[in-house]
């Protein structure tokens, strides 16, 4: 390989590693070492110590004296921006690769990356990475299309996934290619890569992928949080200024598949990664949220509109941070917070769908069910009529609770109170049994199924009904539902009811029954509410079953013809 680099290149350097270091002292020796371990004939390192305070730039010194082939530079604290340029203007080889002063190269890794540019003429070559703590090991790349299998010599809208893939270090590029295109990294407190890297993309002629691990990212304890609203403030005008640029560039350069990805990107990905860290460190109001906001919302109209296949809580919560409602966005990027007044600013502001529907309802279910509210009476009764004033009453319709309109506070009161768990639940062909405990008297309450799809939702009794005091002074209890009292196809939740009508849930304290063949029903758990759906018998189900295969049979049969 060296003879016929030393023909091409004129210098007989394979490949210069640019590796940017600041105050990585506990890791350096690491990263060198696994990189001046690669099998490459003919590869120079440049350290550039971006004006490393604590013993990186002695470490890497020590280095540099044992072995020539590395070279350490230093800047006077400009960024990781200028440390890479400065690596790369004084690079000699053919190809050019980027490594962290932290992180890890697997053996054999540039070998496979130089060896693919080398066999096809390719102006990058990818690689595949993987990200590590110390007790977890995950491949971020496993979601990304483009990373599932080897190819060469295709272009970047050939495969579109390559965008979520903007580090610039699982990469080796052609040096000659990079300096004739100008690419340089920008200088900005976070995101410095994305735009050179989305640059080199669109320009890039051809494109290998290998299917080798070629980067191991360590992902420090802390190294990607922002710890102040400041700091964070900083890093997130940071990341979005360089997302915009990459936008107005794919803008430009046009194509539905991309636009695709982008908007995925967008709301599902790094500016919803971006946005949720920031409010996770948001506490309240200031100036600074209008200046984000107007910056996310000039994003936003270079992203198409966002698919529904996007999760409603990641696509409003970008939507709201664009509109400055920090606290609402806050609340669905986490989980937690006012529901009531997250739920009604996105409903006034129009951003949930028909298509949300199903989500929110299960979102409103959760949250109204949890113990947490217990502490908050009037929060729970606030999002109740937040829900009946914005949407319907069927968003509630998994609330046993809110089952008889101006009960509610009675209701909940009653739940709090009597505190009823299901604990063990089983189904068969005939009959569904359930088991559990309330802390009221023995006959104060039975448990019930609300048929939660019959409208007005109905009350469905038990078949066989046992209630005996407990040692703690409630009630334990067991009930047995007959299959034919349940509707085909509808929704049932447990439920304890009071001799006034009043209906409270059973929370699900129980693990939901292993799927069975034969088993009348399917069970599904949103937060504390278990959810049983009653299904056909599976004896026709049987019956259709064998037939969709025979006639999946037959139609291939025809389809092979009497040559086949």
């Not at 409010?279 to 529904?308: H, M, Y």
């Not at 664009?322 to 129009?350: D, P």
């Not at 529907?357 to 929060?379: H, N």
Request: proline share 5%.
């Amino acid at each position: 390989m060296s003879d016929r680099l030393t023909q091409v290149g004129g210098t007989g350097v394979a490949l210069t590693v640019v590796i940017p270091t600041h105050n990585v002292e506990p890791w350096v020796q690491e990263t060198l070492d696994s990189v001046l371990g690669q099998d490459v004939d003919d590869m120079e390192v440049i350290v550039v110590d971006d004006h490393s305070t604590d013993r990186t730039r002695q470490i890497v010194s020590d280095y540099s004296a044992r072995d020539a082939r590395l070279t350490l530079l230093q800047t006077d604290g400009r960024g990781g921006g200028t440390a890479r340029n400065l690596g790369v203007e004084n690079a000699r080889g053919k190809y050019l690769i980027f490594c962290d002063g932290d992180d890890l190269i697997p053996d054999g890794a540039y070998a496979a990356l130089v060896a693919s540019l080398e066999a096809s003429g390719s102006d990058i070559a990818f690689g595949d990475y993987l990200k590590f703590r110390p007790a977890h090991t995950w491949r971020p790349t496993r979601s990304m299309e483009a990373f599932s299998r080897p190819q060469t010599a295709i272009r970047f809208t050939d495969e579109p996934t390559l965008l979520y893939s903007r580090p610039c270090w699982n990469k080796a590029f052609v040096r000659e290619w990079w300096e004739e295109n100008q690419i340089r990294f920008p200088d900005v407190p976070r995101s410095n890569d994305i735009v050179p890297m989305v640059t080199a993309y669109l320009a890039a002629r051809r494109i290998d992928i290998v299917d080798d691990v070629v980067y191991l990212y360590r992902e420090r304890p802390g190294g990607s949080s922002m710890t102040a609203q400041a700091t964070s403030t900083t890093s997130m005008l940071s990341y979005l200024g360089q997302e915009l640029e990459c936008a107005r560039m794919l803008s430009a350069h046009g194509g539905d598949d991309l636009g695709d990805v982008y908007k995925r990107l967008i709301y599902d990905r790094d500016t919803y990664v971006h946005i949720a860290r920031f409010l996770n460190d948001w506490t309240e109001p200031s100036d600074d949220d209008q200046v984000i906001a107007n910056a996310i919302a000039e994003l936003l109209k270079f992203a198409p509109p966002p698919s529904p296949l996007i999760a409603m809580s990641k696509r409003v919560t970008v939507q709201l941070a664009a509109l400055g409602e920090m606290s609402a966005a806050k609340t669905f990027a986490s989980g937690a917070g006012r529901w009531s007044h997250a739920l009604g600013c996105a409903a006034r502001h129009g951003l949930i769908l028909d298509e949300d529907r199903e989500a929110v309802t299960d979102r409103v279910t959760a949250v109204l069910a949890s113990a947490d509210l217990r502490e908050d009476p009037a929060e729970r009764l606030l999002l109740v009529d937040v829900v009946r004033r914005h949407f319907s009453d069927s968003f509630l319709r998994y609330v046993p609770e809110t089952r008889l309109p101006g009960t509610e506070d009675q209701a909940f009161r009653s739940a709090d109170r009597i505190d009823a768990t299901v604990t063990t639940m089983a189904g068969g062909v005939k009959t569904l049994a359930l088991a559990g405990h309330h802390s009221g008297h023995a006959n104060e309450a039975v448990p019930v199924l609300i048929n939660v799809d019959a409208d007005p939702r109905t009350v469905v009794t038990a078949a066989q009904l046992e209630l005996r005091p407990s040692d703690d002074g409630g009630c334990d209890w067991r009930a047995t539902f007959s299959v034919r009292s349940v509707p085909l196809h509808h929704s049932l939740v447990p439920a304890l009811q009071f001799t006034d009508g009043t209906t409270v849930l059973a929370a699900g304290e129980t693990r939901l029954p292993e799927y069975a063949a034969k088993d009348s029903f399917l069970y599904r758990r949103i937060g504390r509410v278990v959810l049983t759906r009653r299904r056909r018998h599976w004896a026709p189900r049987a019956v259709k079953r064998s037939l969709i295969i025979l006639r999946d049979r037959l139609r291939r049969g025809v389809g092979r013809g009497p040559d086949a």
